[in-house]
Structure formats: C-alpha cells, structure tokens
C-alpha cells in the first residue's frame, strides 16, 4: 500500500536539507583543494586523474549498497536513512580534521580514499531522504533546495579558501612538500560542518515509518543468517538494474559525458591558471577557488528559480539548454587571461551546475518504485562515478600524449563533452514507455 505524506512548509524542506551543506563543504575541498595538495606533495600533473580515482570507486561501491541497505534498514529511534548520513559525516569530519596534516603523497591519497567513503555514505541516504519525505508536486522544490545546499556547502567551501590564501597566504614562500598553513583552516571548518549540519536535519525531521508490508519485508531480511544478510543488497542492486527504467539508461548516456567533463574541469583549473596566468600554485589555486565560488553563487541564486521553469517547460528542455551554457562557458575560459573577466563565464557553469544538482534526480525520482528508490537513486550516483572512474583510467594518457600537456587542451576537451551531454539530454523523454 503506498504511504499518502503530507505536504511540508518551505521551513521543513529547508531543514530538511540543511545537512546537504556539510555534505558539499566537504566536496567543494575536494573539488578546489585536494590537486593543489596532491601538487604541493610532488604529484606530476598527469597523475592527477589516476590519483583521483577514491572518488569513483568508492562512490560505484558505496552508494548503491547503501542505498540498497537502507531501503531495507528502519528503526524507531533512527529510522531508515539518518544512520547511514550520520556514520558518514562523522567519517568524514575526521579525515577533513586529519587531510592538512598529510606529510607525503601516498597518506594525502589514502585519507581521500577514507574521505569519499564517508561522503558517499552520508550523500546517497540524503537523495532517497527527500523522495522518501515529499509528494510528488513538492519533489522539484525538495531537490533543487538540495542544489541550493550544494551550492552553499561549495560557495563556503571556496570562499574559506580565497579569503585565508589573501589573509595568510600571500607573503608565504611555497615549499616543495609541505602543505601551506593558510589552508588548513578551511578543512577544520568543514570538519565542523560536516558533523553539526547533519545533526541538524536529523534532529529537526522525523522519517516517516514503513508500511505493514514494508516492514514485514524488513523484519524477514533482519531474521536471515549474516551471509545471506550481506548477500542481500547486492542481490537488490541487480534485480533493480535488470528492472530500470528505460529513462534511467538514457540518463547514464548523458552521465557519461556530463560528469567525464566536470572532472576534467575540476583537476585541470589549478593548472589551467598556472598557464594562462603565470601564477604559481597557490595563487592558481585561489583563483580556481575564486571561479568555484563565483559559479556557486550563481547556483543558490538561480536553484530555486529553476522550479517553476521545470514545471512550465519540462526538466529536459531547462536541463538541455543548461549543460549548452556549461559548455559555452568551457570555450571561453581558456582565452581570458584577467582574473576578474574570466569569472563571467562562471554565471552559465552556475546555472548549469544548479540544473545538474536537481532536475535529473526531480526527473528519476518521479519513476521509480518507492520501496526502491534508495537503491535506484544508488545506481543513478552509479551513473556519476562510472565516468569518473573511465576518467581517472583514460584522460592521463590523452592528456599527456593527445592533448600535449596543455591545461587549454585539456579544458576545451571537457567542454565538447558537455555539447554532446546536453545533445544527449534532448532525447530524456518523460512518457509512460520510459518507466
């Protein structure tokens, strides 16, 4: 029997995802910080995508499982999904306290490792949280107030870095192998965050029970032998993925190029200004703090905007046009050599990295099975980290031996990809043959 949910005030929404923020904190460190590090620590720039990989191979095996196991998880203090955001944010909040500390390049890697296990945790729970939560005419506003905190988490993430390298940083001398003492602020304030924020929407909303038959099918699972327990959410995974959605397929098309050219952009704007710019590293990092921060902005100004324009002209067509400005905005960077012009184009990477951050899990969650859609909206975060992983397999070899080592190359690469992604979305059709 499907559960009717009571339609919520904008207040509860928004509490509701106000643990988004530590959440993408932590990932806007990832996004701006981390290659800076990994290049303070001696890291060759075409190793930057190989030692990226934690973020896709953790995410291909801990979102879906999660998302599976919570489907099946309930408890009456805890309820479904704030177990698994809760151990998650705590995991993180520690490797985030522990990143600055690095001494050498390998621990730096195997803290990001722990850290992108820990955020994974904590994020997928959080998508199926809001489906679990909002009837379907609020589901729009619950995921793009998500983009909204994605912004938000990011914009704060990027503005600790710009304002502690201009306070701290800028009369420092680099020293090969030593991690700059400006940045370790921004990674204690995350640590802070990614704890404290959770805690907030775990606090201020309460999940709402399982069904008689959802439970029954809960209880049944706790009553198995432990190998036939752990066995359970992989079996989940691939009877969801023989039963998805043709519409979730065609998403994965989009993914694929989509999210290949968001990682691109995010490893190679460090060295993108160390070029264009003749800055050094830590200047090139701030001013890619600075782009990050700009776009964000632009994210939380236009996140809940992009509400009633879904519900007027359709998630696909908003979606489409936004990843054409995303691209656009690829093309131009590399031949802007001002610091302050070339954040212009950061207001069409805002917009498109709003819709990206809401439209497509507005669109997922819409079509899939209620009793499943912690596990699907696992396989849709699957969609993301697949690319990243090809990305982090493939792009060093094109960058060093297609691509000449060339951070322009390598940023007007990323944008061809979002042309073809937004081409791709064109054909996300919302009809019943889909579902």
């Known amino acids: 029997m499907k559960i009717k949910k009571p339609s919520l005030s904008f207040w509860q929404i928004f509490n509701m995802n106000v643990g988004f923020l530590g959440i993408q904190y932590s990932f806007g460190l990832q996004q701006t910080a981390i290659n800076p590090i990994f290049l303070y620590l001696g890291a060759p720039e075409d190793m930057l995508p190989i030692l990226n990989i934690a973020g896709p191979v953790t995410g291909l095996l801990v979102q879906p499982i999660i998302g599976a196991m919570s489907d099946k998880t309930w408890s009456n203090k805890w309820g479904r999904r704030k177990p698994y955001f809760l151990i998650g944010a705590l995991l993180g909040s520690l490797c985030l306290f522990a990143f600055p500390y690095s001494p050498v390049l390998w621990f730096a890697v195997g803290l990001l490792w722990i850290l992108d296990a820990g955020n994974n ?17 609020q589901l729009s506003l619950g995921f793009q107030m998500q983009s909204l905190f994605v912004g938000a988490g990011i914009l704060l993430a990027n503005g600790s870095i710009v304002l502690f390298q201009y306070w701290f940083g800028g009369d420092a001398t680099e020293e090969a192998g ?78 694929l190029f989509q999210w290949y050219a968001l990682f691109i952009y ?11 710019m003749g800055y050094s590293t830590s200047e090139a ?7 990050s921060l700009t776009y964000n902005i632009v994210t939380m100004v236009v996140a809940l905007a992009l509400v009633p324009l879904t519900l007027k002209f359709g998630g696909k067509k908003i979606y489409a046009i936004s990843l054409v400005g995303t691209a656009i905005s690829l093309f131009c960077i590399p031949y802007i050599s001002d610091p302050l012009l070339v954040l212009l184009p950061m207001i069409l990477f805002g917009i498109g990295w709003a819709a990206m951050m809401g439209i497509p899990y507005t669109m997922v969650s819409k079509i899939v099975p209620q009793n499943r859609r912690g596990v699907y909206m696992g396989i849709l975060n699957m969609m993301i980290v697949i690319p990243m992983f090809i990305q982090t397999l493939t792009f060093g070899p094109i960058y060093k031996y297609i691509l000449g080592s060339d951070a322009i190359n390598a940023i007007l690469f990323a944008g061809a990809f979002f042309a073809i992604s937004a081409f791709l979305a064109m054909r996300l059709n919302e009809t019943a043959k889909n579902k």
């Open 121 to 137: 945790m904590a994020m997928e729970p959080y998508r199926a949280f809001v489906g679990d939560k909002l009837p379907e005419k």
């Open 178 to 255: 030593v991690i700059p003492q400006w940045l370790y602020y921004s990674f204690f304030i995350g640590a802070f965050l990614s704890l404290v924020t959770i805690l907030w929407s775990v606090i201020k909303t309460p999940e709402i029970p399982p069904s008689v038959e959802e439970l029954k099918e809960i209880n049944t699972i706790k009553a198995l032998p432990i190998s036939k327990k752990m066995a359970k959410p992989f079996s989940e995974i691939t009877a969801a993925i023989k039963d998805m959605p043709k519409f979730m397929w065609k998403i994965g098309a989009v993914y």
């Open 266 to 276: 995010w490893q190679f704007t460090t060295p993108l200004f160390k070029l264009t």
């Open 285 to 291: 990092a701030s001013q890619a703090a600075k782009m």
